[in-house]
């Protein structure tokens, strides 16, 4: 009996922007990866500045929590070297970021309903 032998390709990591293989793969660099990371890891810190409030169990600014975990996460990541998994790590990343940016928006806007809608009433 004959044994077919298939070899599957890696997954292919969706860049927007890439339309072939080959910017994908330069997109991989690992220059790109280390500037991809500083320019999240900065998105992280802008979006930490908005976060006034303490918490309730440490009493510890929001804020300087959310700046010593980044600074603690991506400690841990710098010796990765595995690419796939530093886009990995990038994608979830940006879509973490964008998702608590979108609610801190969310709930800005209803905030600021809520006070036109109280000084509409005085």
């Given at each position: 009996?004959?044994?077919?032998?298939?070899?599957?390709?890696?997954?292919r990591?969706?860049?927007?922007?890439?339309a072939?293989?080959?910017?994908?793969?330069?997109?991989?660099?690992?220059?790109?990866?280390?500037?991809?990371?500083?320019s999240l890891?900065?998105?992280?810190?802008?979006?930490?500045?908005?976060f006034?409030w303490?918490?309730?169990?440490?009493g510890?600014?929001?804020?300087?929590?959310?700046?010593q975990?980044?600074?603690?996460?991506?400690?841990?990541?710098?010796?990765?070297k595995?690419?796939?998994?530093?886009?990995?790590?990038?994608?979830?990343?940006?879509?973490?970021?964008?998702q608590?940016?979108?609610?801190?928006?969310?709930?800005?806007?209803?905030?600021?309903?809520?006070?036109?809608?109280?000084?509409?009433?005085?």
């Amino acid at each position: 009996a004959t044994v077919a032998v298939t070899t599957t390709m890696p997954p292919r990591i969706w860049i927007p922007g890439a339309a072939t293989a080959n910017t994908t793969t330069k997109h991989l660099t690992s220059r790109t990866r280390r500037r991809e990371a500083l320019s999240l890891y900065r998105e992280i810190l802008r979006t930490a500045k908005h976060f006034h409030w303490a918490d309730e169990k440490s009493g510890q600014p929001w804020n300087q929590l959310l700046k010593q975990q980044a600074r603690k996460e991506f400690e841990e990541a710098r010796q990765e070297k595995d690419p796939l998994i530093i886009a990995r790590l990038l994608v979830t990343g940006r879509d973490c970021v964008q998702q608590v940016q979108n609610r801190f928006n969310a709930a800005t806007q209803e905030a600021w309903k809520r006070i036109e809608k109280d000084s509409e009433r005085r």
